[in-house]
């Protein structure tokens, strides 16, 4: 995985104090030594270990949409993020999603995915990941990404199996 991802989320998105930086950096990340690449279960790792720091108090599933909407954020502030966030209000909501498989491709991630569109304003966003899926650390940043082009919408995680989960986006 490309260290955009990494940036995004633990250098540019969270506040990340003393104690988080040096369970990130036990779980494989060091934000003041920046690798360009690291293993897919590193940034698992890493998401797991800021969402028990940061979110204590929610469920898994709300802590990694937190985490989903504080990655946009982060991304946004990244040299890439800042040219696609200046697109994303003239966009709308369908042309976001259309090209959500070539935004995830950005972060060299084992990940594929694939749109449906399921009626108007109705889309199924098909994932595929080659070792843990993060479901809904997706559905945040779907959630962000969406509200980013002006719409709120509903997004709905539905799990297939551990490397298998469809996000769907209602507004």
Known sequence: MQSLLFESLFVRGLEVDAALA?????AGFDAQHVQVRYP???FTRCVAVAQRRLYPGLSEEAAQRELGHAFVRGFLKTLVGRVIGAMLPLMGPQRLLGRMPEYMRLGDAPLSVKLRELGP???ALDYTH???ALPHLLAGIVEEALALTRTVAQV??????AKRFTLRARW
């Open 22 to 26: 040096a369970d990130l950096r036990a």
């Open 40 to 42: 897919a279960q590193v």
């Open 121 to 123: 304003h109705d889309y």
């Open 130 to 132: 080659e070792t843990q």
């Open 156 to 161: 709905e995680t539905q799990v297939h199996d």
